[in-house]
């Protein structure tokens, strides 16, 4: 069983920056598409960015600029780099694979999620 473990989650001010790492138990070079959702308390989940075999990023408009993912073959992870946070990027932040494509949009694997904070 696939097992993918975020870590780096914590409380920020507005306008500070945070790092987000996702861990997977196996090759994530098995995986077509992996990606980072989030859920507000109150608010349905939302795809922040999916990263697809190419290594082609999609993001979210809401946090298109601001967030950046990168992969990493070598350690098997894949990590979100948050700059200029909000107190509307406060969420649970999820780590998700698919062994189909992005455009599929269905992840057979999920994170335990890792939870970001955003106050004054």
């Known amino acids: 069983q696939v097992q993918l473990t975020e870590s780096g989650g914590g409380s920020v001010r507005p306008g500070e920056s945070l790092g987000l790492s996702c861990s997977a138990s196996e090759d994530i070079d098995r995986f077509s598409c992996m990606a980072w959702f989030r859920q507000g308390l109150g608010s349905g989940g939302e795809l922040v960015v999916s990263l697809n075999s190419d290594g082609i990023p999609k993001f979210a408009d809401s946090v298109k600029d601001r967030f950046f993912i990168a992969r990493d073959r070598t350690k098997n992870t894949i990590s979100l780099q948050m700059y200029n946070l909000k107190p509307e990027d406060t969420a649970m932040y999820y780590c998700?694979?698919?062994?189909?494509?992005?455009?599929?949009?269905?992840?057979?694997?999920w994170g335990q999620g890792t939870q970001v904070t955003v106050s004054s």
């Open positions: 998700a694979a698919s062994s189909g494509s992005c455009a599929w949009g269905v992840y057979n694997f």
